[in-house]
């Protein structure tokens, strides 16, 4: 980011720095909302992680690609972005 800062180049956009540090903040946000959500109780009913989704995010700082987590009974509902 000081590289960036210091030669004159936007810091914002798809690619400022700040768009991988923002994908980077609502993808572990994401895990977290997916590690509170199955608990024992939705484990124990067969649901389980199931890999990853895409997800394209606008944000002030650029458009990206997110790719945030899924279950295989597909009822996670992230609250940080939610779905559609």
Known sequence: M???FLSGK???G????FAPMLKNVI?????AEMDAYLDSEQRSGGNK??????KKLK???GTFDIDPPQD???SFEP???KNR
């Open 2 to 4: 000081l590289d960036q």
């Open 10 to 12: 936007s810091l914002f």
């Open 14 to 17: 798809s690619d400022g720095a």
């Open 27 to 31: 993808e572990k946000a994401f895990q």
């Open 49 to 54: 992680r199931n890999g990853k989704g895409k």
């Open 59 to 61: 944000s002030g700082f």
């Open 72 to 74: 295989r009974q597909i």
């Open 79 to 81: 609250e940080l972005v």
